[in-house]
């Protein structure tokens, strides 16, 4: 069978499961199958057929595994959203079309060659600083729990951050492709354009306080300069540069102290002053309320989960028992409706993106290649960790997204582009094998 019709055949498979948690969440609602909740899954196997036609004619000999990989991950995101809210599962579905559009698009476009990417890397290192200001300009920006991550325009609200990602790591890896050597050898004057553009990166994003994305970014520098130039050294410097940079933010910024307070002593005995209206309560009912009740759904779960459909997610009057849980904690939800073992085998799909990833980066042949190859999945990689680790208090909580999983336009935009930009290296390492 080729690579195209066992991405088709899984396809298929993702269509099946995704029609049967839309039909598992509607009787648990309704106690009946409505035609109407099944249209969601038709839907949406149609949307991945069709990017599987682009697929087989744009990249023949990409890998076969990612994009049914992606499409289940979208599928259990919009069948949670949709047990949530059905309404807000309509608007995700929109966003899954222009997603898929925008994979379409850029398999497209770049299908002869997508290294002349290469020869506009400084254009991508300015755009995604551009990128990153936008939500910290008078009128355009807004604030959501303490950080500017959201930029207006009329009626349409997106995250400008997601996307400028992607082209940091476009910038990084034509950048250190060219440098390589010279920075293996630890000329302070290369680093130079390379410190400037992740520098300005990272003072944007901790002036709009979005500290969960500085961490994402600087991870990603990190990696990228390791896997370029083989010097533990620079991990040791990195390191200690984090260290320092998180001891002076913990110090001069509330909202960093806040987090950590939050995810060290979520629970108290006494009253704590409540920034929220004035009073003194317990941090469980003010500061740390989210993640409390985060923590109380995970437990609820238990090993098999109450089945989807069946989570308790609203008070008996109706308002639901902790905010942004279609978004920050979908997990959450979904760790309350599967259980354990279900969560297990949703991260254990996130692992096998990683490692398709990682076989992808060491296939290609050329430096461009591998280095676009790592970047985009150690990003995918580490924003899984990010938000799945602060929910299960690993680490402190931050705004970060579940990558194709959570309610967003602009996380699954830009996670649909990093797919269509490893499927492109993965057919030139193929097609260069055959």
Same mark, same amino acid.
């Given at each position: ?202 003072? $944007?994003? #901790?002036? =709009?306080?979005? /500290?969960?994305?500085?961490? !994402?970014?600087? +991870?990603? @520098? &990190? *990696?990228? $300069?390791? #896997?370029? =130039?083989?010097? /533990?050294?620079?991990?040791? !410097?990195?390191? +200690?540069? @984090? &260290? *320092? ?18 995810? &060290? ?170």
């Amino acid at each position: 069978m080729s690579a195209r019709n066992r991405e088709l055949a899984n396809l298929i498979v993702v269509g099946i499961l995704t029609a049967l948690g839309f039909a598992s969440v509607y009787i648990a609602r309704q106690e009946v199958v409505s035609t109407a909740s099944l249209s969601y899954a038709g839907f949406f196997f149609a949307l991945y057929l069709a990017a599987h036609l682009v697929a087989r004619l744009a990249v023949p000999f990409a890998d076969p595994y990612l994009l049914p990989m992606a499409g289940l991950l979208t599928g259990i995101g919009l069948t949670e959203i949709y047990r949530l809210n059905p309404s807000d599962a309509f608007r995700q579905g929109l966003w899954i079309v222009v997603a898929l559009a925008a994979f379409s698009l850029t398999l497209y476009a770049l299908r002869r060659d997508y290294r002349r990417l290469e020869s506009y890397k400084y254009l991508f290192g300015l755009t995604a600083i551009g990128l990153l200001v936008l939500p910290a300009v008078p009128g355009l920006g807004t604030s959501v729990n303490g950080a500017r991550l959201w930029v207006h325009v009329g009626s349409l609200q997106f995250q400008p951050g997601e996307l400028a990602k992607v082209f940091l790591i476009v910038f990084l890896a034509g950048y250190l492709r060219e440098k390589r050597e010279v920075l293996a050898q630890g000329r302070l004057k290369d680093f130079g354009p390379l410190l400037l553009i992740w520098g300005g990166a990272m003072l $944007v994003l #901790v002036e =709009t306080n979005d /500290l969960g994305s500085a961490l !994402l970014y600087f +991870g990603i @520098f &990190l *990696a990228m $300069v390791y #896997v370029a =130039t083989s010097r /533990l050294l620079y991990v040791g !410097l990195g390191a +200690g540069l @984090f &260290l *320092a940079g998180a001891f002076g933010v913990y110090h001069f910024v509330a909202h960093v102290r806040d987090r950590v307070t939050i995810w &060290l002593h979520p629970w108290t005995d006494h009253a704590v002053y409540c920034g929220i209206n004035g009073k003194m309560l317990p941090r469980q009912d003010c500061a740390s309320f989210q993640l409390v009740k985060s923590l109380y759904s995970v437990a609820h779960g238990n090993w098999f989960g109450t089945g989807l459909g069946k989570g308790t997610f609203e008070s008996t009057s109706g308002h639901q028992l902790f905010p942004y849980i279609k978004t920050d904690f979908i997990y959450s939800a979904l760790a309350q409706e599967l259980g354990l073992v279900g969560v297990a085998a949703l991260l254990l799909v996130f692992m096998l993106i990683v490692a398709r990833g990682f076989k992808i980066a060491m296939l290609a042949h050329d430096g461009f290649s591998k280095l676009l190859a790592v970047g985009l999945t150690f990003a995918f990689a580490l924003q899984t960790f990010i938000i799945v680790g602060g929910i299960l208090r690993v680490i402190p909580l931050t705004g970060i997204t579940l990558p194709f999983v959570s309610y967003g336009g602009s996380s699954v935009v830009a996670n649909f582009v990093l797919l269509a930009g490893l499927l492109l290296v993965s057919n030139r390492a193929n097609a260069e094998r055959a």
